[in-house]
């Protein structure tokens, strides 16, 4: 079957192998891959800051149908369409493993960072971190549940959002965007800030429905807090873009004792930020970690219920064969999601 694959470290050194099919073992599920979407951790991989085991499948957020079942799986069958969470393995024993909260157990191996992942034809994945999908949610939209129960995560269980409260958003790449359409549904009043070669992207994001976009770099923060606030700050702002300037930035414009929400992925750490503005405002920082089994559940009931159409966020779909021209088109800015599909 064909993968594509990091097989050094550093910038590049990646390609499309032809590599064995996996065999499921007694607790899996062999998946037949339809799309996989192209997240900021596959892009930090390719330019080599984020360390991951090489060599190594990347890809974790996809949808597929059933193709072969373990002897020990009964909840699925054959030809069922189904997504799983990135979570592979876990030790199944430490407190957060028994809270169910996967994503913070230290042993844990996840697709496509530890585990050969989901840019492929086929990937095996633990029958217990799948999900069926009902009929009504596309495959399109299916590829994107798991950056939106990263969001979910982050605007649900991080924290709650109250109705009218003021919420900025850093970064309208897919998770920022997601989470914007998140926090609206939640009927907060949603900002989504980027930066002047996000122009694009922001403009999409208003198509999306997120009627309040701003780009940083150009605005007078000044008056528009004055005018969006009444000067007080934002309730809550989360921090998508995984950049260093926009925490501060975030730090800057939330209101005394109101929470920031770390979601981004940042290249390089330590990260500088003032941290007198954390101190003498009283903020509360939430550092927000992928996401958990609750979260995928409650991001499927949110796609059954919800009234906002998320096909529109796939801005483009290529063959996995065109892989690098679709993570240039992701890099760049130049579309919103991208999803690869294997031949």
Same mark, same amino acid.
């Given at each position: 079957?064909?993968?594509?694959?990091?097989?050094?470290?550093?910038?590049?050194?990646?390609?499309?192998?032809?590599?064995?099919?996996?065999?499921?073992?007694?607790?899996?599920?062999?998946?037949?891959?339809?799309?996989?979407?192209?997240?900021?951790?596959?892009?930090?991989?390719?330019?080599?800051?984020?360390?991951?085991?090489?060599?190594?499948?990347?890809?974790?957020?996809?949808?597929?149908?059933?193709?072969?079942?373990?002897?020990?799986?009964?909840?699925?069958?054959?030809?069922?369409?189904?997504?799983?969470?990135?979570?592979?393995?876990?030790?199944?024993?430490?407190?957060?493993?028994? @809270?169910?909260?996967?994503? %913070?157990?230290?042993? $844990? +191996?996840?697709?496509?960072?530890?585990?050969? =992942?989901? &840019? *492929?034809?086929?990937?095996?994945?633990?029958?217990?971190?799948?999900?069926?999908?009902?009929?009504?949610?596309?495959?399109?939209?299916?590829?994107?549940?798991?950056?939106?129960?990263?969001?979910?995560?982050?605007?649900?269980?991080?924290?709650?959002?109250?109705?009218?409260?003021?919420?900025?958003?850093?970064?309208?790449?897919?998770?920022?965007?997601?989470?914007?359409?998140?926090?609206?549904?939640?009927?907060?009043?949603?900002?989504?800030?980027?930066?002047?070669?996000?122009?694009?992207?922001?403009?999409?994001?208003?198509?999306?429905?997120?009627?309040?976009?701003?780009?940083?770099?150009?605005?007078?923060?000044?008056?528009?807090?004055?005018?969006?606030?009444?000067?007080?700050?934002?309730?809550?702002?989360?921090?998508?873009?995984?950049?260093?300037? @926009?925490?501060?930035?975030? %730090?800057?414009?939330? $209101? +005394?004792?109101?929470?920031?929400?770390?979601? =981004?992925? &940042? *290249?390089?750490?330590?990260?500088?930020?003032?941290?007198?503005?954390?101190?003498?405002?009283?903020?509360?920082?939430?550092?927000?970690?992928?996401?958990?089994?609750?979260?995928?559940?409650?991001?499927?009931?949110?796609?059954?219920?919800?009234?906002?159409?998320?096909?529109?966020?796939?801005?483009?779909?290529?063959?996995?064969?065109?892989?690098?021209?679709?993570?240039?088109?992701?890099?760049?800015?130049?579309?919103?999601?991208?999803?690869?599909?294997?031949?």
């Amino acid at each position: 079957m064909e993968a594509l694959r990091k097989i050094a470290s550093g910038f590049g050194n990646m390609e499309l192998c032809d590599i064995n099919k996996p065999f499921p073992k007694n607790d899996e599920i062999i998946i037949k891959v339809v799309f996989s979407g192209i997240c900021g951790s596959d892009i930090h991989a390719l330019k080599g800051e984020y360390n991951k085991k090489i060599p190594l499948t990347l890809g974790h957020e996809f949808i597929g149908i059933v193709y072969e079942i373990g002897d020990k799986v009964t909840n699925f069958a054959v030809g069922e369409r189904v997504v799983s969470e990135t979570t592979y393995e876990v030790c199944e024993k430490c407190v957060h493993c028994l @809270a169910q909260e996967f994503n %913070l157990c230290s042993q $844990r +191996k996840g697709l496509g960072t530890q585990v050969d =992942g989901s &840019f *492929a034809t086929f990937v095996a994945a633990k029958a217990a971190r799948c999900h069926k999908l009902p009929d009504s949610i596309s495959n399109e939209v299916a590829a994107l549940i798991e950056p939106l129960a990263c969001c979910i995560h982050a605007a649900m269980e991080k924290t709650h959002i109250q109705p009218d409260e003021k919420i900025a958003v850093f970064g309208p790449g897919p998770i920022g965007v997601l989470l914007a359409l998140v926090a609206k549904s939640l009927k907060a009043d949603v900002t989504l800030i980027g930066i002047t070669k996000d122009a694009h992207r922001l403009t999409k994001a208003k198509e999306l429905g997120i009627s309040q976009v701003i780009d940083s770099q150009t605005t007078d923060w000044s008056a528009f807090l004055s005018e969006a606030t009444n000067q007080l700050g934002f309730d809550q702002v989360f921090e998508c873009s995984g950049s260093p300037q @926009a925490l501060q930035q975030a %730090l800057e414009i939330v $209101r +005394k004792k109101g929470t920031v929400i770390q979601e =981004g992925l &940042f *290249a390089k750490n330590p990260v500088p930020v003032d941290m007198s503005l954390l101190l003498n405002k009283e903020i509360q920082l939430i550092g927000s970690r992928t996401q958990k089994t609750s979260s995928w559940l409650k991001t499927i009931d949110w796609l059954r219920t919800s009234t906002i159409d998320l096909a529109p966020v796939v801005t483009k779909i290529l063959p996995l064969a065109q892989w690098e021209e679709a993570f240039n088109l992701a890099m760049n800015g130049d579309e919103l999601k991208v999803l690869l599909k294997p031949e």
